[in-house]
């Protein structure tokens, strides 16, 4: 069975970093596409950012040059270093699998939530 | 950028209804619109994907139907279980993906 866990959530002061880790289990993150999408209390979904299998990195212009997406293939995760946070970082973050082939996200983790406030 | 706009932003609706969502992009973006269903606290679940194709496990009575800049989420018999948010989402300019705002179906 196809199930992603996300964890590193919590509270953070405005200006500082928070680092998120996502582990599938049921594939490996080596030879699939990963995103992060973040939700804000009682609002829409946004997405934040995808990397690919080959290694190429892709993020929103909210989040560009703050954030950053990697995997460990050895850990089998995937992470969302997050820097320089804002009020308006404020959300449950998931992450996802991005299925290329027909271009969704089709499997989703729990979510985590990052509170930024001071 | 492409944007997406749903509507209604919520609507109440009663049980055995037939309830429809629009979403519209605001560029042609041909089918490449997915639609998700999300609950309160769960994370959301992939419904319709390619504008009409059902997403495996998926209810019959969910459809989508459209192309180039208007779609429509269809659900045809509404079931206490179909309460919940809807969200559309292009792919046309992938790997950048966009969200709407949501549709809340509520309870009549």
């Known amino acids: 069975e196809v199930q992603l866990v996300e964890s590193g959530g919590g509270l953070v002061q405005p200006g500082g970093s928070l680092r998120l880790s996502c582990v599938p289990s049921g594939f490996t993150v080596s030879s699939n596409y990963l995103s992060w999408v973040r939700q804000a209390p009682g609002k829409g979904l946004e997405w934040v950012s995808v990397i690919y299998s080959g290694g190429s990195t892709y993020y929103a212009e909210s989040v560009k040059g703050r954030f950053t997406i990697s995997r460990d293939n050895s850990k089998n995760t995937l992470y969302l270093q997050m820097n320089s946070l804002r009020a308006e970082d404020t959300a449950v973050y998931y992450c996802?699998?991005?299925?290329?082939?027909?271009?969704?996200?089709?499997?989703w983790g729990q979510g985590t939530l990052v509170t930024v406030s001071s | 950028d492409i944007q997406m706009t749903q509507s209604p932003s919520s609507l109440s609706a009663s049980i055995g209804d037939r309830v429809t969502i629009t979403c519209r992009a605001s560029?042609?973006?041909?089918?490449?619109l997915n639609w998700y269903q999300q609950k309160p606290g769960k994370a959301p679940k992939l419904l319709i994907y390619g504008a009409f194709r059902l997403q495996s496990g998926v209810p019959s009575r969910f459809s989508g139907s459209g192309s180039g800049t208007d779609f429509t989420l269809a659900i045809s018999s509404l079931q206490p279980e179909d309460f919940a948010t809807y969200y559309c989402q292009q792919s046309y300019s992938t790997p950048l993906l966009t969200f709407g705002g949501g549709t809340k179906v509520e309870i009549k």
């Open positions: 560029q042609d973006i041909s089918s490449f």
């Open positions: 996802a699998r991005y299925n290329y082939g027909n271009l969704i996200l089709d499997y």
